[in-house]
């Protein structure tokens, strides 16, 4: 096994509110080595997006470290981190809102490496743009064009484009694809798939649409209400859902299949607890048609259930829910 | 190949954003026609010194000519000293419209640099500059004026000081309000999560996004200023005589109202167009940027 690209140990983010702590991301542990790519799938709200902004210090962890090729840069000074900004990249949803509206497709892409001071000089640049915009699919005619005179997907190739100037080696994609329709989500997605085998990159692939996840991670990780309750490769958890959230997460993915006809999906009862002060014990306890008074008794733990395959559930480790 | 390129580059780059701007400003003929008076009002004011001369015409007393009714020699008459009204309105558009063109830019640049640091860095620092400011717009920029040339003393500098302070909270809180709404969106994010530095992110990214409103609230203000020049003036605190200022000069008219009106009416005429001219130019700036109507 290489050595991971990225390693989250007990990551927390907690926000002041004036009810109380939000615990906006509680304990995630996860690594992620280079080439591979780990899905994050959760319902809204559960912190998916803001872990991937404290993965890049845009949002400052409360506590937990993150090792980005072995070293810890929760503790890195303003300036070293510009250095490692370089190499951890994001992609954002809106492809509408992330690009400035007043800057050109090559002032957009150029930033990145004007801001690193990666090019010696101005010819020098607009052959890296060049070359971005041909690796990214965009036509060289769109060179000077503005975001608002471009469709949606194009948009998202410039904001990819943007992400690979300063060549990372590891990107946070926050739902990238979700702002756009189908035939284009697809493109979207190889189009990011060839980038990283080109590149090996890594990616932490945050969703909430379990069809692009399978699609694209190598492993993914199931998030409810901060925390990881389930982490598996993608294989085994979609072939063996053990957390009941999972489980229910998976049934509700539409089934084109006539003989399934009939079939009730495992659907979800009541709302998602706030996150402000949550229980000690298992946050889905309200919702989980399992629960058990036994649940109480435990805190927060992922535990491996099988090789490669954690579970949050403690009626997993004793056997009651297969 | 190179030819065509650049042909091409110019067929897209007029497509940009200033350009759809103007489509949208030409079409509002309001907004021309005071595009058109500001702009030969300014003309006007650059040639002043070609079209009448300023000592002998404007400044010079001319006795044995007072208090001629306008005619082919003097366009808008001669008041009691026997100067030219219609040289002195000229060289006083120089007055209005320089001044207050100074006076915004400087309140439009201190403005912007207290909007935007307040805005940006938000908390504390926001908190101190806003109720700073608050304190500022609680006086109404008249009685400002009034109080800051009444304490500094009578003076051209002076006024353009108080006109400055005046309107540097306004501009202040339109810059913070539109930098709010700015900061937030994900380009700002991206521009941080690839190292920009906050200088960068607020003059490259945040400042050209909020320079339509700020352009707004300055032609808008400019003709608000020409006023509170001319009324200073006219109460013996802006502008000195013999100075050809406008609100001078309707001061001076004034005891003549009766038998000469021309003597206020031309000036209040310059005061008015001067005025309109820039409210209906803001007003189409306004509508020409608002996001809301682009097409």
């Known amino acids: 096994m290489d050595k991971p690209v990225l390693e989250v140990n007990h990551l927390k983010k907690y926000f002041k509110t004036p009810a109380g702590q939000l615990h906006a991301v509680d304990d995630v542990s996860f690594a992620i080595e280079k080439g591979h790519t780990l899905g994050v799938v959760g319902e809204s709200g559960c912190g998916k997006t803001t872990l991937g902004r404290t993965i890049l210090r845009l949002i400052e962890p409360t506590s937990g470290e993150i090792y980005f090729n072995g070293e810890d840069i929760t503790k890195l000074k303003k300036d070293n981190m510009k250095a490692i900004r370089r190499k951890m990249q994001l992609i954002f949803q809106d492809p509408y809102a992330s690009l400035n509206p007043r800057m050109s497709v090559s002032e957009i892409i150029k930033e990145p490496m004007i801001v690193n001071k990666m090019c010696s000089s101005k010819k020098e640049l607009d052959e890296k743009v060049k070359e971005l915009m041909e690796l990214v699919g965009l036509a060289p005619r769109l060179v000077n064009t503005y975001p608002h005179e471009m469709d949606g997907g194009r948009r998202q190739r410039v904001g990819i484009a943007r992400a690979l100037a300063t060549n990372p080696e590891f990107i946070v994609c926050d739902e990238p694809v979700s702002a756009l329709d189908v035939s284009i989500q697809a493109q979207i997605l190889n189009l990011m798939m060839d980038l990283q085998e080109k590149k090996q990159l890594s990616y932490l692939f945050i969703t909430h649409d379990l069809s692009v996840v399978k699609h694209i991670s190598t492993e993914i990780a199931v998030m409810y209400l901060g925390q990881c309750v389930e982490k598996a490769p993608t294989e085994e958890l979609f072939a063996h859902p053990r957390h009941p959230y999972t489980k229910a997460l998976l049934s509700a993915i539409p089934v084109i299949d006539i003989s399934q006809r009939g079939k009730k999906p495992e659907l979800l009862t009541g709302e998602v607890n706030s996150p402000v002060n949550p229980v000690s014990y298992c946050r889905f306890y309200s919702r989980c048609k399992y629960a058990c008074d036994k649940c109480k008794e435990h805190s927060y733990e992922l535990k491996e259930i099988s090789p490669g395959h954690f579970s949050a559930c403690h009626m997993n480790f004793t056997g009651e829910i297969e | ?295």
């Open chain 2, 1 to 295: 190949m190179s030819r065509r390129n650049a042909k091409e580059e110019t067929q897209i780059k007029s497509r940009s954003q200033m350009a759809s701007i103007w489509m949208r400003l030409k079409k509002n003929k309001m907004a021309m026609a005071g595009l058109f008076m500001l702009l030969a009002m300014i003309l006007i004011a650059v040639f002043a010194g070609i079209i009448a001369d300023y000592d002998t015409e404007a400044i010079q007393q001319n006795m044995p000519e007072r208090m001629q009714t306008p005619s082919a020699k003097h366009w808008f008459g001669t008041d009691n000293f026997g100067r030219d009204v219609f040289a002195r309105i000229i060289h006083g558009s120089r007055i209005s419209l320089s001044m207050s063109i100074i006076a915004m830019a400087i309140a439009v640049a201190i403005g912007a640099v207290i909007g935007a640091i307040a805005g940006y860095y938000g908390g504390k620092t926001d908190n101190i500059l806003m109720r700073f400011m608050d304190i500022l717009l609680a006086i109404p920029p008249m009685l400002m004026s009034i109080s800051i040339v009444a304490a500094l003393g009578q003076s051209m500098v002076n006024l353009l000081i108080a006109l400055a302070i005046a309107y540097i909270p306004v501009f202040a809180r339109v810059i913070r309000s539109s930098i709010l709404s700015i900061k937030d969106q994900e380009f700002i994010e991206a521009a941080k999560s690839c190292g920009s530095s906050n200088g960068r992110i607020i003059f490259k990214h945040i400042i050209p996004n909020a320079i339509g409103p700020i352009i707004v609230q300055a032609t808008l203000a400019m003709g608000a200023t020409i006023l509170i020049i001319a009324s200073l003036s006219f109460m013996g605190l802006g502008v000195k005589p013999p100075s050809p200022e406008w609100g001078t000069m309707l001061y001076e008219g004034r005891d003549f109202l009766k038998g000469a009106p021309y003597l206020v009416l031309f000036p209040g005429g310059a005061i008015t167009l001067a005025v309109i001219s820039l409210n209906l130019l803001g007003d189409g700036l306004r509508d020409a940027l608002d996001p809301r109507l682009r097409n």
